[in-house]
């Protein structure tokens, strides 16, 4: 009897699965979904005024020579120099560190206390304004060092790029599946073996988007590079000096009454906005090619 039922059962349920929605639910989702998209589109127009407005001031004053002159000859070379220096500085010190200590966090020590101290520090850092931590830099190399310079500016950045790396580097080790790990182990692999060969390389793509983004955030810090790396008008003599930066540079000149030095301002901004762009696409398409 129930055999004989069963093809009747099945014809209705897949009535009720193919049948259109009733009139009142369909003008909810179209409803719905105008919704959203026009919230969204509000939220964009912001974003796109800023970009046309940088575009349209800053793109006619793009001159090949800028790129390699200094900010006193009307250029950003020693600017671009300076950002690239300051941000390679904060790599060095915070990508490794940041990498180790996420994986220990999701692969080594997930519950016991300095776990839990070290998320806890570490989500606490994600908060902390910049221009504090510009403070905090200023008192630990500058006040040292007496001088104003791009290991202080990198130190500065570094310390806002760490716990960015932290976090993503243990989510996107907690998001590889524990299978993983067990056929690893059933293999006869050892927890070092499984983290680095197994886990980490799983997690590369989603932990490469993450440094990618606190790189992209660091080269367009401004308040923490006033506080440690100042600024220079000419080419930077060492590591230990002051040293230039777009960001500093379009915060220092945007008052210029000078027009050359107000052109440069804007082309500045598209030239730093080209950069942080160019470093969030690298980003994006890593994420991409795992997809």
Do not use: H
Not at 14 to 26: D, F, G, I, V
Request: some cysteine; hydrophobic content about 55%.
């Amino acid at each position: 009897m129930e055999n004989y039922q069963q093809p009747e059962v099945d014809k209705l349920l897949a009535a009720e699965l193919y049948s259109p929605l009733p009139s009142r639910r369909l003008l909810f989702t179209y409803l719905m979904n105008f919704m959203a998209f026009a919230f969204a589109a509000l939220a964009l127009i912001p974003l796109f005024s800023i970009l046309w407005e940088i575009i349209k001031r800053g793109i006619g004053g793009i001159k090949t020579e800028m790129f390699v002159k200094s900010v006193i000859d009307n250029g950003f070379g020693n600017a671009i120099l300076g950002t690239i220096t300051v941000v390679a500085i904060a790599s060095s010190f915070s990508i490794p560190i940041g990498l180790f200590t996420g994986i220990f966090l999701a692969e080594f020590a997930q519950t016991n206390s300095i776990t839990r101290f070290v998320r806890f520090i570490t989500s606490i850092l994600t908060g902390v304004p910049s221009i504090v931590v510009g403070i905090f830099a200023y008192g630990v190399i500058v006040l040292s060092t007496k001088s104003f310079s791009a290991i202080a500016g990198g130190f500065a950045l570094a310390t806002i790029m760490l716990p960015i790396i932290v976090l993503t580097t243990e989510e996107a080790l907690k998001l590889i599946p524990i299978e993983q790990r067990l056929a690893s182990a059933a293999l006869g692999g050892t927890r070092f073996q499984t983290t680095f060969r197994i886990v980490v390389t799983a997690a590369i793509p989603t932990i490469t988007t993450g440094v990618l983004l606190a790189v992209a955030r660091a080269a367009g810090e401004t308040a923490p590079l006033i506080f440690t790396a100042l600024f220079s008008l000419d080419w930077s003599a060492g590591l230990l000096t002051p040293t230039a930066s777009l960001p500093v540079l379009i915060f220092n000149l945007y008052n210029d009454p000078d027009p050359e030095r107000s052109q440069l301002v804007w082309t500045t901004s598209i030239i730093l906005l080209g950069l942080v762009l160019c470093v969030s696409l690298i980003s994006r398409l890593v994420t991409s090619k795992k997809k």
